[in-house]
């Protein structure tokens, strides 16, 4: 895994407000032109802490004093990150695809960080993968989806050869709304477990839980079943420090000033949502971070109500991506906060839609001083 901030920046994966390079202003990109091809090496260094989480540490963890389980969490997830990597001597990674023997686990050989939204269970899992004191090639970060979208993309088997050679596997947000892809990852978890591989998760709610605020490690080591011996729960709790309810998305632009922002700043993109949204489905999924490379405006007109889930599911996404890469978004026609029918909001996979609608909305103000240079619609 390369983990330069050079190979960052020339993936276009950083954010905009962290490079300083310029970029001549000329015409905008249009996403629905990309078709990116990634290859393995590159699928595999994109597992890493997303650019927010770059700098966090133990000690830049504050615990609150009226919650002790939080002081308690750094302590026992320092003395777990100090002890990846003890029992295996063999190269992981791509180098050790074929020539790596499993090595035999001895008891849990993972964590799982079981808290409510906003106690900085994300913050503390990139802890642990920065405290590690492996080599960064020999571990792991990545979401469940970014996890599965992996699979599909290698297939099974090739994961398990790539990710075995691996230390440390840090999963955020492992979801467990869909029993297929539960099974699928609790299978690959399982062979890596085997060769060896230590593991960190942090997990959302169920269907039907959402109000609950916080996820039952009970109901975790019950859905993972037999990887239920390797982990160990270890609960946070707190107050949620972002509990101010779903923010409200910024008024959209007309279409005209956002065709004018996207020719006027460099490095834009313009695309009518539909075409946008129907292009998506010609793309794989793990493909979504190098189909936004280079963008650092991404311009949208004509944003309507996802018609269907399967489009939804890929929107989310795609929103996922932006946000990890800090991409401001400026829009036309309806607010973020409508992007999603009531049905979908009830449904299981409510969750990722109302991420998407906070992200997408979050991405939304940050672009406000761009589009306000012209007046809202």
């Not at 595999?44 to 963890?61: A, H, I, S």
């Not at 916080?214 to 729960?233: C, N, W």
């Amino acid at each position: 895994m390369f983990c330069s901030l050079a190979r960052r920046l020339q993936w276009g994966t950083v954010s905009t407000r962290a490079t300083s390079s310029p970029i001549e202003p000329g015409p905008p990109h249009s996403l629905c032109e990309r078709r990116p091809q990634v290859s393995v090496e590159r699928l595999v260094d994109e597992l890493e802490p997303p650019w927010r989480f770059e700098g966090v540490r133990f000690d830049t963890y504050i615990p609150d004093p009226n919650h002790p389980s939080q002081a308690d969490a750094v302590t026992r997830l320092a003395a777990f990150a100090a002890g990846v990597g003890a029992e295996r001597r063999d190269p992981g990674g791509i180098r050790g695809w074929f020539s790596r023997k499993p090595a035999a686990p001895t008891g849990p050989r993972g964590v799982y960080l079981d808290g409510g939204y906003g106690v900085g269970k994300t913050h503390l899992l990139a802890s642990v993968w920065h405290a590690a004191p492996v080599p960064a090639h020999q571990k792991a970060f990545g979401t469940f989806v970014e996890l599965t979208n992996l699979v599909g993309a290698l297939g099974f088997r090739d994961t398990v050869r790539v990710l075995g050679g691996y230390r440390l596997l840090c999963i955020d947000e492992f979801e467990l709304d869909d029993p297929g892809d539960t099974v699928l990852v609790s299978s690959l978890l399982s062979k890596l477990v085997e060769a060896g591989v230590s593991l960190a998760a942090t997990s959302n709610t169920l269907p039907g839980k959402l109000g609950e605020g916080r996820f039952a490690a009970a109901d975790f080591l019950r859905e993972i079943q037999g990887l239920s011996a390797h982990f160990q729960p270890l609960r946070i709790d707190g107050e949620d420090y972002r509990h101010r309810g779903l923010p409200e998305a910024p008024p959209p632009y007309a279409d005209e000033v956002v065709a004018k922002t996207a020719r006027t700043t460099s490095g834009a993109s313009l695309d009518h949502f539909p075409h946008l949204l129907g292009h998506l489905s010609q793309v794989h999924p793990s493909r979504y971070g190098a189909l936004i490379e280079g963008v650092r405006l991404v311009c949208l007109t004509g944003v309507a109500p996802v018609p269907d889930q399967s489009t939804a599911l890929r929107l989310v996404v795609l929103a996922d991506r932006l946000y990890d890469a800090e991409i401001p978004v400026i829009a036309s026609g309806v607010p973020f906060d409508r992007l999603f029918g009531e049905d979908m909001l009830r449904g299981g996979y409510r969750k990722k839609y109302y991420r998407a609608i906070s992200r997408l909305t979050a991405l939304a103000r940050d672009a406000k001083p761009l589009g306000d240079t012209d007046g809202a619609s």
